[in-house]
């Protein structure tokens, strides 16, 4: 077959989407990213390209679309070829398969034409690719065979652009991609960070606006989640859609090659335990990519890289016996916590709008068609799981609780757990689109409490990439489990920590009848470097809901602020491991101290784990200060700011606070016993509330105080301040203006730019 007989275009490339959204969330079911009409009920903008007819002549329009609902067909459009439309209306089949579907023939003459995608509905449309041929070719339905006539017809590029050179690959770019990528790029690494999605955050990002859940202990004075993440989402207040500021924070280390729209797609191997490259995809050109490194971090929260590599995974339930699990269900399952969509857009339009519920919507007329109970979640006080966690029951769906019908950023319309969550994705995805119009219909047209407020709102978008709780993890040297949270365990290597809760969601989630969800264990828990790791492929690094953990332990640590913290474990592990020429597995052999440490001093929490750091010139000095307070009955003397602690643990302040009765200016004081070299001070305050609005760093020298540094203003827990190099037998922090209860936690010295 000539090359001029096939124009192939694909619809993801086309020259303006128009109002179809991209969606690039299941190329590994379906061979490629798509076209998807998400108008929530109202037509969108035609998409439009312009291709070149090599000979005039008779052409067959081949469209390759889906139905995603084939009993009703909701979401159709037809194609438009220099004006004319098809006399077949695609996305309407017998089959809810992604298929070919023949249009008709077109006489066209050589030279430029035009293609239009019509959508018809607004309700969820999808096309592929659009294909024109002569000489009787015919699109392969069958996935391998696809896949080559794409590329030889240019839907992807047939050659692999080489990049780089990298030390590390991070594939995914929600919170534990970034901080990994960031972690690993201050430590001296050329890192690429490769995110399918045009913006960062994963199910965080303004796309999906999941809100940021972390550290949940409520242990008194704690600053929750400390390093890269307080950097990332400061302040630990449930915040969400903050990808400007997560790409601020990534494009501000000039050692990060940041590619929005890029999927990873492949692995090459070398050898059986090894990945040498990873092959992605340019999700809007088509162009594919070959990435190569010594070390790569699967923070895809799927595993794909570890399941491209042959590592060995888990994916499901696993029984109560094999870990001594008395949250686990009795017989192992596949069954998983499920999905949610997580954001919609609903405007007031100051006058009535109308909405009539589509036939293939779910739907609900009155309060009593749904669960008659209504508890979405319950706090376990001992260690047995709820009775209908194993009796499983279909339930009739939960009862919105605001105006929004559960559309606005709502956790509990969950679904997919009873099904696979990787490879039924895209149903999973589409029977959410379902439910939550069926919400939205009852919110609007029934409930006799919210129909009111209802009537000039209007739904005008609904987010379609789903939140994703769980899928497939991949198994470390380590498999973590409920008896760490049990026995709150302080693993050696500890690298992190969790302080969510324990939070299972009901594989049937929205149509559960009785809890939807339930919790255990509030307080910290240690996370070792071990679940960080594959057990068999030998550089592959992973962080987010992918580590190496059982299902119930997966409950208390896949919330993003802990997710971010295995990120910044495993960027750091990845430097530790470049600059020793070793792999992720030689860092716990004979690294783990170091990366521990390093970790600290970036300003980590580490349970159980004290500062040691021997470049730390304030370690061997004296302190001094020239007052302190005592409170509840405890001294919060000078010596607490060099105990190796740089926060509360477990209501003990670890700090030194100055006389509240004495005026300001109060200082602490490090004496080094003879003068040395320093151009860097960290100092950690309690927390963000307890700190210093205005404080100073002073060295003496020559019988001298010197100022080398001076915030004003400040609002943040940690400073780590860089001055012009002295030389100095003693450094002052110097407080101007407290905050109440303030109190400084940690002061350590360097030199060097330390």
Wanted: overall charge negative; proline content about 5%.
């Amino acid at each position: 077959m000539q090359d001029g007989q096939v124009i192939w275009l694909e619809a993801e490339q086309f020259d303006e989407l128009g109002g179809w959204a991209l969606d690039s969330q299941f190329v590994e079911l379906m061979g490629s990213p798509y076209l998807l009409a998400n108008g929530v009920g109202r037509p969108v903008a035609d998409a439009v390209t312009k291709a070149a007819v090599p000979a005039a002549g008779s052409y067959r329009l081949w469209v390759r679309c889906k139905d995603w609902f084939c009993s009703h067909h909701p979401g159709t459009f037809q194609v438009l070829v220099n004006g004319a439309a098809s006399a077949r209306t695609f996305g309407a089949a017998a089959t809810d398969a992604w298929r070919w579907v023949d249009g008709g023939t077109y006489d066209l003459p050589g030279g430029e034409i035009e293609v239009r995608l019509h959508d018809l509905t607004g309700w969820w449309g999808r096309c592929d690719a659009v294909v024109l041929s002569a000489g009787g070719f015919v699109p392969s339905d069958e996935a391998a065979e696809l896949a080559a006539q794409r590329m030889a017809h240019g839907g992807v590029s047939r050659e692999l652009t080489a990049c780089g050179p990298y030390d590390l690959v991070v594939a995914g770019g929600g919170l534990a991609g970034c901080a990994a990528a960031v972690a690993a790029a201050r430590h001296g690494c050329r890192v690429a960070l490769l995110e399918d999605r045009p913006v960062l955050g994963g199910c965080t990002s303004s796309e999906i606006r999941v809100p940021v859940g972390g550290d949940n202990s409520k242990e008194p004075y704690d600053p929750g989640e400390s390093g890269i993440i307080a950097e990332l989402d400061p302040g630990p207040g449930r915040s969400r859609g903050r990808s400007p500021l997560f790409e601020q924070v990534v494009r501000g280390e000039a050692g990060i090659d940041l590619r929005l729209n890029m999927r990873a797609i492949a692995v090459e191997k070398k050898g059986a335990a090894s990945i040498e490259g990873l092959v992605a995809l340019d999700v809007r050109t088509g162009q594919r990519l070959l990435f190569r490194a010594p070390l790569f971090a699967d923070c895809t929260g799927h595993g794909w890289l570890g399941a491209w590599a042959g590592a060995t995974c888990r994916h499901g339930r696993e029984a109560r016996s094999e870990f001594g699990e008395s949250l686990a269900p009795t017989e192992a399952d596949s069954h998983t916590m499920g999905n949610t969509l997580h954001n919609a857009r609903i405007e007031d339009r100051g006058e009535p709008v109308a909405f009539e519920a589509p036939p293939w919507a779910y739907s609900w007329t009155k309060p009593e068609d749904f669960e008659v109970e209504d508890q979405k979640s319950v706090h376990l006080k001992g260690g047995d799981r709820p009775p209908n966690f194993d009796d499983l029951a279909q339930g009739k769906g939960r009862r919105p609780t605001d105006a929004n019908g559960c559309l606005k950023e709502t956790w509990w319309v969950e679904f997919g757990g009873m099904h696979d969550t990787v490879a039924d994705a895209e149903w999973i995805r589409d029977e959410l689109f379902r439910i939550n119009i069926g919400l939205w219909d009852y919110v609007k047209n029934h409930d006799p409490e919210f129909k009111a407020a209802n009537v000039n709102r209007e739904l005008v978008w609904l987010n379609p990439v789903p939140g994703t709780r769980e899928s497939r993890r991949i198994l470390g040297d380590l498999i973590m489990t409920q008896k760490d949270f049990v026995e709150r365990t302080v693993h050696p290597d500890t690298v992190a920590y969790g302080g969510w809760t324990i939070d299972i969601h009901h594989p049937q989630a929205f149509w559960v009848r009785g809890p939807g969800a339930f919790h255990a264990y509030r307080y910290k828990v240690s996370i070792p470097y071990r679940i960080l790791y594959s057990r068999d492929i030998d550089n592959l690094f992973m962080a987010g809901r992918n580590v190496s953990c059982s299902h119930v332990a997966l409950g208390g640590i896949r919330v993003m602020r802990t997710t971010a913290l295995m990120g910044q474990a495993v960027g750091t592990a990845a430097a530790v491991a470049r600059r020793h020429g070793c792999t992720p597995r030689g860092v716990y052999e004979d690294h783990i101290h170091e990366l521990q440490q390093t970790l600290l001093k970036d300003g980590c929490y580490l349970i159980g784990v004290k500062n040691e750091d021997p470049a730390d010139l304030a370690r061997g000095a004296s302190v001094s200060a020239s007052s302190f307070a005592s409170r509840n009955g405890s001294a919060m003397s000078a010596e607490r700011v060099l105990d190796g602690r740089s926060r509360a643990v477990e209501g003990d302040r670890h700090a030194w606070a100055p006389d509240p009765e004495q005026p300001l200016p109060q200082w602490c004081e490090i004496d080094f016993g003879k003068p040395v070299d320093f151009d860097t001070v960290h100092v950690a305050f309690q927390s963000d509330a307890r700190s210093a609005e205005s404080f100073e760093i002073q060295a003496r020298a020559n019988g001298d105080w010197k100022t080398v540094s001076e915030i004003e203003g400040n609002a943040l827990r940690r400073h780590v301040l860089k001055f012009d190099p002295v030389t100095a037998s003693k450094l002052r922090l110097l407080i101007r203006k407290m905050r109440d209860d303030a109190a400084v936690c940690e002061i350590r010295a360097y030199g060097q730019s330390g």
